[in-house]
């Protein structure tokens, strides 16, 4: 399909767009006297948080698009196993989003490192705080994929499974902005897919957060498991 292509370039070019526009938006009018703390590359980064859209259509239209059109019957007819048809989509989606993605994250970071406004420090792009922010953001993203690809394998439509992806990235910290109990707030916050994984985005004050960078990139593996382990299951036990 080639708006599959147009879908990654979309992910590539609003991530960094988005947060090259964060930054430059910086100001030191609400800092406090000692000076301002501002986690600037985690407001470069601030471009993944829009780039996950185009990314769940993307995943999405991976498996959903055969359904629509029937040709997931030549798909299986060709490769009776099944679940090795979704391993097969998991790797090319993991590793199209994952560079996509990547691409996007860099060019932020570069974006956001020639943009920091005066009264803000700047970052240096090799430090070990700020590899990890670049590069878990592109495993975030290609978490992300695996996750809105299994649910499209296990929902089969494309509007209701990115509807379904869009939901459980965006509400929970929806919800947790709403809420006043702290402890169910920090609950969303350390168990929520997209609150949890950008956790890995921090370089400033992580010791407060309330789940540690790569723990929380962990809680989204653990939802795009659980997600592609429903599809595996539904694409098993389901006719075409």
């Known amino acids: ?130 590899l990890r922010a670049g590069f878990g953001s592109a495993l975030y993203l290609a978490l992300v994929a695996l996750l809105a690809l299994g649910v499209g394998t296990a929902l089969r439509d494309t509007a209701g499974s990115v509807a379904a992806c869009l939901a459980v990235l965006y509400a929970s910290p929806l919800v947790a902005g709403m809420l006043s109990d702290p402890e169910w707030v920090e609950r969303l916050q350390r168990y929520g897919p997209a609150s949890a994984g950008l956790a890995v985005q921090s370089t400033v004050g992580t010791d407060g957060l309330p789940i540690g960078p790569w723990a929380g990139l962990g809680v989204l593996a653990a939802w795009a498991a659980a997600a592609l382990a429903a599809g595996g299951a539904v694409l098993r036990s389901r006719d075409a």
């Not at 239209?61 to 196993?81: D, F, M, S």
């Not at 790797?91 to 996007?104: C, F, R």
């Not at 974006?111 to 009264?119: K, N, S």
């Open 1 to 130: 399909m080639p708006g599959t292509w147009w879908l990654l370039l979309a992910v590539a070019a609003v991530t960094a767009a988005v947060g090259a526009g964060a930054v430059s938006g910086l100001s030191t009018a609400h800092c406090p006297p000692a000076g301002c703390r501002e986690d600037v590359v985690r407001t470069s980064l601030a471009g993944v948080w829009a780039g996950q859209a185009p990314l769940a259509v993307f995943a999405s239209l991976a498996v959903t698009a055969e359904y629509g059109t029937g040709t997931i019957r030549t798909t299986l007819t060709a490769v009776p196993a099944r679940l090795r048809v979704l391993a097969a989509k998991a790797a090319v989606v993991g590793a199209a989003v994952l560079v996509a993605g990547g691409a996007g994250a860099w060019g932020a970071l570069l974006a956001g490192r020639a943009l920091v406004p005066a009264g803000f420090a700047p970052y240096d792009l090799g430090a070990g705080p700020v």
